[in-house]
């Protein structure tokens, strides 16, 4: 066990990279690949590949089937059978209703689920949903922008750019606070900052710092993309997905294809 509690072979779990190679350097230490997706195949809104977000739901139909009725996980509606397998279980052979074909349960024969998760929440690398280890780090091996060794990614020393180390103490002052008495955060030990706001964004006398937002209203600003020229990416209603115009310029009727369907609804959509 080495001086900050890890295992000495640890680092066998975690991928390496050049992060020099790498376009959005930030992306990767936050456990997105080139193409954006995490481990778990979903973007940073939490949609995947082909649209689902992580209920289920299609970002264009709006229901749990795609415009081809296919389902998150590749079953048609109703019929059960899977888009690539073509059989009523998926490429791990699990079926719609997530039971293992061979096991006849929830895990196949490696204790492992339709996500390829443990019933402790672990994948078989030792990551849980979020791609995070047991000791925080994600799938390189970066945790707060410092490598599981302690080595920072920017700097290349044992401390960041303000002289913090992995364990948020100073290095000058052998602390957690640096020489002007502020931590890692910008917060001194009341939790104020230089300017002398609070958590909460207000100062002594409960004024409120003209500049603070709410986590909430930080996220209601970076999805208001009305420079977009995707009328789906326009926060111009209460769910920017809903856009029945959009939905039916590109899909025609906008509602998922079904084999009742008659052959005028089909060239509706062409």
């Excluded at 899977?82 to 719609?96: A, I, L, P, S």
């Excluded at 390189?140 to 920072?152: A, C, E, M, N, W």
Aim: hydrophobic share 20%.
């Amino acid at each position: 066990m080495s001086k900050d509690g890890f295992d000495p072979d640890i680092s066998h779990h975690y991928e390496t990279v050049d992060l020099e190679s790498i376009i959005d350097k930030d992306a990767y230490m936050n456990g997105f690949d080139k193409d954006g997706y995490d481990k778990t195949g979903r973007d940073e809104y939490g949609i995947d590949k082909n649209n689902f977000d992580h209920e289920g739901y299609h970002r264009v139909t709006n229901t749990k089937f795609d415009e081809n009725n296919f389902n998150k996980r590749g079953f048609y509606d109703g019929l059960g059978f899977h888009k690539v397998t073509e059989t009523k279980f998926d490429e791990n052979n699990f079926d719609t209703d997530k039971i293992h074909k061979v096991t006849g349960t929830k895990f196949d024969e490696e204790g492992y689920d339709y996500l390829g998760f443990d019933e402790d929440g672990w994948d078989k690398d030792g990551f849980d949903w979020d791609c995070l280890d047991k000791n925080g780090f994600n799938r390189y091996g970066i945790r707060d922008k410092f490598y599981f060794d302690g080595t920072h990614v920017v700097t290349g020393t044992k401390f960041d750019e303000y002289n913090f180390d992995m364990n948020s103490t100073h290095k000058v002052t052998g602390t957690k606070f640096d020489e002007e008495g502020y931590d890692v955060d910008g917060r001194d030990k009341d939790r104020r900052t230089k300017d002398g706001y609070d958590e909460y964004g207000r100062d002594k006398d409960g004024v409120e710092d003209p500049e603070f937002h709410t986590f909430a209203e930080q996220e209601d600003s970076e999805w208001d993309n009305t420079d977009s020229t995707d009328p789906v990416f326009k926060n111009e209603s209460p769910d920017p997905y809903i856009d029945e115009d959009y939905i039916k310029d590109q899909f025609g009727t906008g509602k998922p294809w079904h084999p009742d369907d008659d052959e005028s609804d089909e060239e509706t959509r062409d």
